[in-house]
């Protein structure tokens, strides 16, 4: 199975403030040398998830443009350009390229 | 709008059987490809099944941790999705969220785009 190895686990970022969660695969992510199926899910407290980013860099509709993701082969990175209180929750990174799809740890992400 | 709603969580013994239903709406069901995943309390988040749609073969993924125990199926015409839950182990206590893949129209593996609220199961004697 792919690990995906999320740092930091938790974050405290003081609003305003840029935040970036790293997401590393053990095997690249790359299908068909075409693209890379690298997801990204914010979770709120107790709701479910909901996904940011969907192939690296693409951000779903609806979704704040203060959030970017990059990256490529085993490497990928989420940044929030400026943390606001919404924010709060814990972020997984979630490939599906392999079979079976698998997450990162999840790092939580705090107001300082 | 799109919307899954999953139900039939419940508190359950081990080794007892247990049949979770997400009903959708505000899309083509049959146009998508449908998953399971779950989260134990306080931990991450796992898949644990797919299944492509019809005129992709209707076929199955699982994770190993629940092959030859659950199966998930779906009803194109009611627009639900199933996970039969059997030989119940206490690991197996934890929400479990459907959610909608929209790779038929993105060619993008593992496109998970929208997710249900979730239910809860719980394995305990």
């Known amino acids: 199975d792919v690990v995906m190895t999320q740092s930091p686990l938790s974050l405290p970022v003081t609003l305003g403030q840029p935040a970036s969660i790293s997401c590393r695969s053990s095997?690249?992510?790359?299908?068909?040398?075409?693209?890379?199926?690298l997801n990204w899910f914010q979770q709120r407290p107790g709701q479910s998830p909901r996904r940011l980013i969907y192939?690296?860099?693409n951000r779903d509709s609806g979704v704040p443009d203060r959030f970017s993701g990059s990256g490529s082969g085993t490497d990928f990175t989420l940044k929030i350009s400026r943390v606001e209180a919404e924010d709060v929750g814990v972020y997984y990174c979630?490939?599906?390229?392999?079979?079976?799809?698998?997450f990162g740890q999840g790092t939580k992400v705090e107001i300082k | 709008e799109v919307q899954l709603v999953e139900s039939g969580g419940g508190l359950e013994e081990p080794g007892r059987s247990l049949r979770l239903s997400c009903t959708t709406s505000?899309?083509?069901?049959?146009?998508?490809?449908m998953s399971w995943f779950r989260q134990a309390p306080g931990k991450g988040l796992e898949w644990v099944a797919f299944?492509?749609?019809?005129?992709?073969?209707?076929?199955?993924e699982y994770a190993a941790s629940v092959e030859g125990r659950f199966t998930i199926s779906r009803d194109d015409s009611k627009s639900i999705v199933y996970l039969q839950m059997n030989s119940l182990k206490t690991d197996d206590t934890a929400v479990y969220y459907c959610?909608?893949?929209?790779?038929?129209?993105?060619?993008?593996?593992?496109?998970?785009?929208?997710w249900g609220q979730g239910t809860l199961v719980t394995v305990s004697s």
């Open positions: 959610a909608r893949e929209r790779g038929a129209f993105s060619k993008i593996r593992g496109d998970v785009d929208y």
């Open positions: 505000g899309f083509t069901f049959a146009d998508y490809s």
């Open positions: 299944i492509r749609r019809r005129d992709y073969g209707g076929t199955t």
């Open positions: 095997q690249s992510l790359v299908y068909n040398d075409e693209y890379a199926s």
């Open positions: 192939k690296v860099s």
């Open positions: 979630m490939q599906g390229t392999h079979w079976p799809w698998t």
